[in-house]
């Protein structure tokens, strides 16, 4: 015979020993792992401020010796007139200015001449005054005392710490400069300090920790280091002698963040827990609770029918067995009446936006028809109504969420023979579908939204260049399935900055399935004077991309996640929708 309480004494014990460990495990790599993130990270910014520096060095290098082999250069030191100098002078200084502008990481170019005397620069805004004449002083000292050719040098001049180059003839001299502090890590921790070390010189740029003597800067060793209560983390930049450091003081927050001390914290209170559960757990449960877990675990497997097969007697837990069952069949309910709703409002938004349909098109399509007849373009008019005729039925399908790639395509080019009868400006379509995609499904109107987005607001009505678009539909496979996609793209004006940001994206805010049926969608596609062709996906005279929010809506609720796509401006608008690949039955 096996005592309960002993059994259940050493069951609880050796759980309270197993959580314990695992958690002191689970808590000691997290520890590490963090420490190591910390580190990574830092030293990661490093590496990026370096690589900083080092574009800046490479565009100080590039443009003090593209100036230096300037012909304007040459002839600063020939003999001249003064006429021939202020050319020579002008010239140089256009030369300048075009130089300082083509490098983004360039902060200044000066030229020394008559004896370094005189002095011609284009600088950035980064100089300041008080920085170019300390800079010029710097120059001036170089120039003076140096007899190298080319001379490559760190210098401190107002608030900040440049790289300084110069290159140097006998009558001239050209050099560039940039700032070190570019790409300097921010929003330092605490006491945090960052800085550069050049040949054996520490500059602190940002941070308490002003100083860093030549024999801690000697003793440092490897990426990372320690110093003087504190750690030093390195990253070499490509110039020799020159490495970007960070110095944070050493504590313990160096390795564990307050996410662990609450840990630590939860740990403890779990044992507490967990000796408050042994003491209760010590007295006689056996059959009840050991039915009880049975029946949870059934229910954790989404049985909501689960019976307590063991008799019981005690009445606390007799009264949990009435609850369970009880809020197990209102569980049940609310779910099934859940997802009745979630599908009947999922078909809702599915019929609402595939019947958001404005006036505008049909009333200028009749209007154009009756233009017709009136001129006597009977042939013109009879073309004309039967493109309208195919139009409206392929629009007023009844339960027709989805139609193949093949009828959408032949919609597109009826619509495009509808808007060239309509309008001035001529209209060129090129649409290539794969002959493998004409029986996949696609959601209604998928590619004519776009299409017609660029008939409405692509074309200049101002300009005889035809309005051109192009349609491509492919199938791709991949290693999670079959997918279709669809790019169109024109030779237009392109997208509006504004209505990029909004269609590239998952736009859950602008639902446009959530405003009342009869009223008109906001929003402005850029320009309040589109066309007045009207759209057959609801966007009025001056709206803005409702009908592509729409057929984006429709394809999310329609395929989830897996519906995906793309937006942006090239030669004109490109627009991309990407949809799981499924065959017509």
């Known amino acids: ?23 002191m495990v689970q808590l000691a790599f997290s520890v590490t792992s963090y420490s190591r993130e910390q580190t990574e990270s830092r030293l990661a910014a490093l590496r990026e401020w370096t690589d900083e520096i080092a574009e800046g060095i490479a565009a100080v290098s590039d443009s003090a010796g593209a100036v230096y082999g300037l012909g304007s250069f040459e002839q600063l030191g020939a003999s001249r007139t003064k006429a021939e100098e202020y050319d020579a002078v002008y010239d140089l200084l256009g030369a300048l200015q075009i130089r300082r502008r083509a490098e983004q990481n360039l902060d200044g170019l000066f030229v020394f001449y008559n004896n370094f005397e005189e002095i011609i620069h284009a600088l950035s805004q980064k100089v300041g005054v008080e920085d170019k004449e300390q800079l010029i002083v710097a120059m001036r000292s170089q120039l003076a005392y140096a007899d190298q050719s080319s001379v490559s040098t760190v210098e401190e001049a107002g608030e900040h710490v440049w790289y300084l180059m110069l290159i140097r003839r006998t009558f001239a ?85 307050p996410a662990h001390i609450l840990a630590f914290v939860l740990l403890a209170a779990l044992l507490v827990i967990l000796f408050r559960i042994f003491r209760i757990a010590y007295h006689q449960i056996a059959d009840p609770l050991e039915d009880m877990t049975r029946a949870l675990g059934e229910i954790r497997e989404g049985t909501f029918r689960a019976q307590f097969r ?29 997802y009745e709703d979630r599908l009947e409002k999922q078909k809702t938004q599915l019929q ?27 042939d013109n008019a009879q073309e004309f109504l039967l493109c309208l005729s195919a139009h409206f039925r392929y629009l007023l399908k009844s339960n027709s969420e989805l139609v193949t790639v093949a009828e959408e395509c032949e919609f597109v080019r009826n619509y495009i023979s509808l808007q060239r009868m309509m309008v001035s400006v001529p209209i060129v379509l090129k649409l290539n579908a794969e002959p493998e995609t004409e029986n996949l499904r696609v959601p209604v109107l998928a590619i004519q939204t776009f299409v017609e987005n660029s008939v409405k607001y692509g074309r200049d009505p101002d300009s005889e260049t035809p ?15 079959d997918f279709i996609d669809i790019v169109e793209e024109d030779n237009g004006k392109g997208y509006p900055e504004d209505v990029l940001r909004q269609l590239n994206g998952r736009q859950q805010d602008a639902d446009p399935a959530g405003s009342a049926p009869d009223s008109e969608p906001s929003g402005t596609f850029g320009s309040t004077t589109g066309s007045t062709t009207g759209s057959t996906t609801g966007s009025a005279p001056g709206s803005t991309g409702i009908g592509i929010r729409n057929l984006l809506m429709r394809a999310e609720l329609q395929f989830g996640e897996r519906a995906s796509w793309y937006f942006t401006n090239e030669a004109g608008s490109f627009s991309e929708l990407i949809l799981p690949a499924e065959e017509s039955t």
């Not at 605490?190 to 801690?216: C, F, K, P, Q, V």
């Not at 063991?310 to 009446?337: A, C, F, S």
């Not at 936006?353 to 399509?365: E, I, K, R």
Request: proline share 2%.
């Open 1 to 23: 015979m096996i005592s309960l309480k002993r059994q259940t004494s050493k069951i609880l014990i050796a759980a309270m020993i197993v959580i314990v460990l695992l958690g």
């Open 173 to 257: 001299a050209v050099a560039g400069v940039c700032r070190l502090d570019a790409g300097m890590p921010s929003g330092l921790a605490g006491d945090a300090s960052a800085g550069l070390i050049y040949n054996g010189a520490y500059y602190n740029m940002a941070g308490e920790y002003t100083e860093l003597s030549e024999g801690a800067i000697t003793a440092l060793s490897g990426v990372v280091s320690r110093s003087g209560g504190s750690v030093v983390y390195r990253a070499d930049a490509d110039l020799a002698g020159l490495s970007a450091v960070m110095i944070v003081p050493e504590s313990l927050w160096l390795h564990v963040s």
């Open 310 to 338: 063991v008799p019981n007697r005690v009445e606390e837990i007799e009264h949990v067995r009435d609850t369970v069952q009880v809020m197990l069949g209102e569980i049940e309910q609310y779910k099934i009446r859940s």
């Open 352 to 378: 609402y936006l595939q019947l958001q349909l404005a006036p505008h098109f049909y009333t200028n399509c009749l209007k154009n028809a009756y233009y017709m007849l009136v001129l006597g373009e009977v």
């Open 467 to 481: 309005l051109e678009i192009r349609v491509y539909v492919k199938r791709h496979h991949t290693d999670d399935g």
